[in-house]
């Protein structure tokens, strides 16, 4: 590889950084995976178990109605990621950005593993689903506090031309989650078999993520000492406190930051939380194979996600997202057509062609959000908007591919409804401007006594 091509190359843009950047890469992309494998746990297991397990009385007549609520049960979390993300920048502020990320990460790992001893309907009746909703609110808190910081301090330390690579890291700990968690599960299915993976294995995933919450503190702990990480916690005091200057003066831009995310993650809770459970339960698909697929698609997410960024630093974030989505569009329909006919093969082809559009749709987000706030309400912009996307977007998604599915019997009518939010995205997208070359430097500091005097 020639010298230009090795700058140019993901791993040779790694190698020249200074050691306290490539640590705060790897805190990005640590915390952000920890977060979602917990994320994917719960959306996984709840396709697979969660109906009958905590929602009992519901399925009693209609195991479908027990798996629309189980569904809904993955959205609730979404609901509380808003206020995640005001409570943190407020945190933030009086505690350091130190103590609030490893807050966020022990918060949502607790919840997740209280989840692998939580008992069933069966055991303690309507408390269980009551406690299973409480513990799920609590990882919505915690993953609005997570992922604007994660977004920021990627971004913001990026070398000049890089941005958006750097902005896709956070953005890898998707399909990075997604993948720890897939592979988790279909270990567990081919150990202990489908029925007792019902009956006890799957609270073993859940479990695990007290491991991972060790490994990821002392990895943040790490990074926090670093001078990147203080001088972000400046940037933070100065982003995220002014919520009313955020809508006074960039509502639209949060409106837009939602309205962009919006088809991608709804998208992407298909592949994430429905796919699985409509292939095994709907067309008999067995579990094991399914998973593996599942896995093998959050592989080609990772690159497709990584890709993009690199791919949005030459032609601009606009274009990048315009392919992204009309790869998403074009490819809804055939991909439920293919899934419908129940082989394996066409399953994976479905799922692997359809992370081309998902990763180049989210890849250079971080970058793109970043660009579009100035840096005294970044923080807040770029966290509440990406937190209301994923309410308006992904939330619900599965549960409303069950009811469509339940309401048509034709699976094609899931694609058009995301198509439709994949258009809106697309259109807003579009109105956004390239901000590649926009200066994110931060602003000087300002003291409380200059404050007043001005």
């Known amino acids: 590889m020639s010298a230009s091509a090795s700058a140019t190359h993901p791993r040779g843009v790694l190698r020249a950084l200074p050691p306290e950047k490539r640590r705060v890469l790897v805190g990005t992309l640590v915390g952000t995976s920890i977060e979602w494998y917990d994320f994917f746990i719960y959306a996984t297991t709840a396709a697979m178990v969660f109906g009958q397990l905590y929602f009992q009385p519901l399925g009693a007549d209609s195991p479908a109605v027990a798996q629309i609520v189980a569904f809904a049960s993955i959205g609730i979390s979404f609901l509380f990621r808003p206020l995640g993300a005001i409570i943190a920048g407020h945190l933030g502020d009086r505690l350091g950005r130190k103590k609030m990320l490893v807050v966020t990460l022990l918060l949502m790992g607790g919840a997740t593993a209280t989840m692998g001893i939580l008992p069933t309907y069966a055991q303690i009746g309507v408390w269980a689903p009551v406690l299973l909703m409480v513990l799920r609110i609590l990882q919505g808190l915690s993953a609005g506090g997570e992922w604007g910081g994660a977004a920021l301090m990627a971004v913001e330390h990026a070398p000049k031309g890089k941005r958006g690579l750097f902005g896709a890291f956070p953005q890898v700990g998707v399909p990075v989650g997604m993948l720890m968690a897939s592979l988790v599960l279909t270990g567990l299915t081919l150990l202990v078999g489908p029925e007792a993976f019902v009956a006890w294995g799957w609270r073993i995933p859940f479990l695990l993520s007290v491991v991972l919450i060790v490994f990821g503190f002392f990895i943040r702990r790490s990074v926090d000492e670093s001078p990147a990480f203080a001088e972000l916690l400046t940037r933070r005091r100065q982003s995220s406190a002014p919520l009313g200057l955020l809508f006074k003066g960039h509502f639209k831009d949060v409106a837009k930051c939602a309205l962009i995310f919006m088809g991608n993650n709804a998208a992407g809770w298909l592949l994430i939380a429905y796919i699985s459970s409509y292939a095994t339960k709907t067309l008999g698909m067995a579990q094991t194979p399914v998973l593996a697929v599942i896995s093998l698609a959050a592989v080609a997410w990772l690159a497709t996600t990584l890709w993009s960024g690199v791919v949005s630093d030459k032609i601009g974030r606009v274009k990048t997202f315009q ?22 093969w066409f399953l994976g082809l479905a799922t692997i062609v359809l992370t081309f559009g ?6 250079p987000m971080c970058a793109m959000y970043a660009e579009m706030f100035p840096i005294e309400v970044r923080y807040s912009g770029v966290s509440i ?64 006594e200059e404050a007043r005097a001005s």
């Open 323 to 344: 392919i992204g989505y009309a790869a998403v569009i074009l490819w809804m329909i055939p991909m439920f057509l293919l899934i419908d006919t129940a082989n394996i």
């Open 358 to 363: 998902l990763g180049f749709a989210y890849g």
């Open 385 to 448: 908007g990406y937190a209301i996307g994923t309410i308006l977007g992904g939330a619900f998604a599965p549960m409303v591919a069950q009811l469509l599915i339940n309401a048509t019997g034709w699976s094609p009518s899931i694609g058009l409804y995301i198509i439709a939010l994949s258009i809106i995205s697309l259109v807003t997208v579009s109105t956004v401007r390239d901000g590649r070359n926009k200066d994110l430097g931060v602003a000087p500091t300002v003291q409380p």
